[in-house]
């Protein structure tokens, strides 16, 4: 599916339609948008960002717990949290002789179902979601 863009009325850049200000000058596009435009885009060419996907998600799928992939896609903040969990986990399941295992595979579990999720979306869909919207939970 080709992404839908609308143009700036302020400064005629294209932006997403899912965005609601404009990503160049900050403005507020219009609810009911100008006339959507696809941007054109060559034939084979790359798609800005969609590198990041296959490696972010090996990285969710086998580092998941450590939150390595949330740092792959600049979501730094949401890496710490992940890595403070699985951290904390550790010393709860030390603490409690084992008891507390479990607790690590919290962590773990929200870094495969995201990267399986980076993997089955499309680049463009990949891009928009987690690139273009930063998206930082599933």
């Not at 959507?36 to 580092?63: R, S």
């Amino acid at each position: 599916m080709a992404t839908q863009y609308v143009t700036c009325p302020r400064c005629s850049a294209q932006n997403s339609s899912l965005n609601t200000t404009c990503m160049t000058c900050g403005s507020a596009l219009p609810i009911a948008p100008m006339p959507m435009q696809h941007m054109p885009q060559q034939p084979g060419a790359p798609i800005p960002g969609a590198d990041k996907k296959i490696l972010a998600g090996i990285l969710g799928i086998v580092l998941g717990g450590l939150g390595i992939h949330k740092f792959v896609l600049g979501y730094n903040q949401e890496g710490v949290i992940l890595i403070g969990v699985y951290l904390v986990a550790i010393v709860i399941a030390v603490v409690t002789c084992g008891i507390g295992t479990p607790l690590i595979f919290i962590p773990t579990i929200i870094g495969i179902i995201e990267g399986i999720m980076y993997l089955t979306k499309s680049d463009e869909e990949f891009v928009q979601t987690y690139i273009v919207n930063k998206k930082p939970w599933f």
